[in-house]
């Protein structure tokens, strides 16, 4: 089955400081989205993000299909931000549900 | 416009006892996922419903465990005689237009 990767697996910030998150996958797939799990536990969508780029906030994404990446960028990190940001993709049209999720990344911003 | 409803948010069993978990799509949405977060780890795909049909099924263990979308009322996933391995958090998710949303969870704890 198809593999999905995430770097780095751990990153700690200061307050301020900027983020990119990557998120590799093993085969091509058609629907990729990002998600923020803070610390209650709560899986907060951030973007559906099959090909190109968006932007949300100090949040942006970007997935380059032909080559199986997709990056996550954080600018002006806040305590916030903290948690765990999970990349997760569908391989087959199953209505978008079916998803693959990388193993995450944690994130720790210090004030 | 409510989120992907979960109830309860928090469950302890007993070994051999059974647990009910049920989710509310949102309003809409007709597909319905379930899936378990062991502690560290990301989520895992169990299985997809549509209203009164099972769509795919193969992340569920053989035993114990079984789900349901009836044509009135939640989803429910039901977990039979549990196990300290069930200790999980489950969440639910519904989908529209191939992006997911999830519900806040359910954390079952087995004692």
């Known amino acids: 089955g198809i593999q999905v990767e995430q770097s780095p697996p751990d990153l700690i910030l200061q307050e301020g400081a900027n983020s990119t998150l990557r998120c590799n996958f093993s085969?091509?797939?058609?629907?990729l989205q990002w998600f923020h799990q803070n610390p209650w536990g709560q899986l907060i969508n951030l973007f559906y993000i099959p090909s190109g780029t968006k932007q949300n906030g100090r949040l942006s994404a970007t997935t380059v299909a032909t080559e199986r990446y997709s990056l996550l960028y954080i600018s002006s990190s806040q305590t916030t931000d903290s948690g765990v940001y999970f990349c997760?993709?569908?391989?087959?049209?199953?209505?978008?549900?079916?998803?693959?999720f990388g193993q995450g990344t944690e994130l720790s911003v210090k004030p | 416009n409510a989120g992907v409803m979960q109830n309860p948010r928090h469950l302890v069993r007993r070994r051999g006892q059974e647990a009910r978990l049920r989710c509310s799509p949102m309003k809409g949405h007709s597909h319905v996922y379930w899936y378990r977060q062991l502690p560290e780890e990301g989520l895992k795909f169990m299985v997809y419903l549509q209203k009164e049909n099972i769509i795919d099924e193969s992340g569920m263990p053989k035993e114990r465990f079984s789900a349901e979308f009836p044509k009135e009322g939640p989803s429910i996933l039901r977990i039979q005689q549990v196990v300290r391995g069930d200790s999980a958090a489950y969440f639910c998710a519904s989908s529209r237009d191939f992006e997911a949303f999830f519900g806040q969870g359910t954390r079952l704890t087995v004692v």
């Open positions: 997760a993709v569908e391989r087959n049209y199953n209505q978008g549900g079916k998803l693959i």
């Open positions: 085969d091509s797939v058609n629907n």
